[in-house]
């Protein structure tokens, strides 16, 4: 029963590195999703994606890139650290439009930028 | 009009008290909305899906009002362990394939 899983759990990076988050899941879904969340706030879509081959900008893009080479694998690249990157980022899947909405996320990865 | 708009709170209420969130949101074309919880530090997890209809799972009742663009969430004889953040779900503008989240409205039960 893994779900959505998200490496690494936390991280530090220095101002100017670069760093992958990797997010895998094994529900066979279509849709994945990155967010990310900053202290006392609610979540940011960063990036989106409805099926392999397929990626799209969400509302806070800026400073990061995605892949969807599988279904199961959406990795979400930080070029260039920088300290507004400090936040948690969330990993999500649902299988697909027309189910209930239901959002399975990974446990989060903390990303601490110095 | 935000996408979707929550109070904050936080919301402090003793235990066996009734306590209602409200959510508005801007696409009237939405169909599907949901509530999630979130415990601190931790990943969002689906509450409920609210439907036309509303919804009702023990204690917890969702409705929807279209005409005001709003969904509500109602609990009913709160308990210690219903606290948490509760966020408003809802599609995205122009595409039910994102889902926007609400900041997310913190409730805390206390003795």
């Known amino acids: 029963n893994a779900g959505v899983t998200q490496t690494p759990k936390f991280r530090i990076l220095k101002i100017g590195q670069s760093m992958t988050l990797q997010c895998t899941q094994d529900?066979?879904?279509?849709?994945m999703y990155w967010y990310r969340q900053d202290p006392g706030m609610g979540l940011k879509l960063i990036y989106y994606?409805?099926?392999?081959?397929?990626?799209d900008k969400g509302e806070v893009p800026n400073g990061y890139n995605v892949s969807r080479s599988t279904t199961e694998d959406f990795p979400l690249r930080l070029e260039l650290a920088a300290p507004s990157q400090t936040s948690v980022y969330f990993c999500?899947?649902?299988?697909?439009?027309?189910?209930?909405?239901?959002?399975?996320f990974g446990e989060g990865s903390r990303l601490t930028v110095l | 009009r935000k996408e979707v708009e929550q109070d904050p709170g936080p919301f402090n209420v003793p235990e066996g008290a009734t306590v209602a969130f409200n959510c508005t949101y801007s696409?009237?074309?939405?169909?599907?909305f949901f509530w999630y919880r979130q415990d601190c530090r931790k990943e969002p997890k689906l509450l409920m899906s609210?439907?036309?209809s509303g919804n009702e799972d023990g204690r917890f009742t969702a409705q929807l009002n279209r005409a005001s663009q709003y969904i509500s969430l109602l609990i009913r004889d709160s308990k210690l362990s219903d606290s948490a953040t509760y966020l408003c779900?809802?599609?995205?503008?122009?595409?039910?394939?994102?889902?926007?989240f609400g900041t997310g409205t913190r409730l805390q039960v206390t003795l």
């Open positions: 999500a899947s649902r299988p697909g439009q027309g189910n209930t909405g239901e959002l399975f």
């Open positions: 779900v809802v599609p995205g503008t122009g595409t039910a394939s994102k889902l926007t």
């Open positions: 696409n009237s074309a939405s169909q599907s």
């Open positions: 529900m066979n879904h279509n849709y």
């Open positions: 609210v439907y036309s």
């Open positions: 994606s409805v099926g392999a081959g397929i990626t």
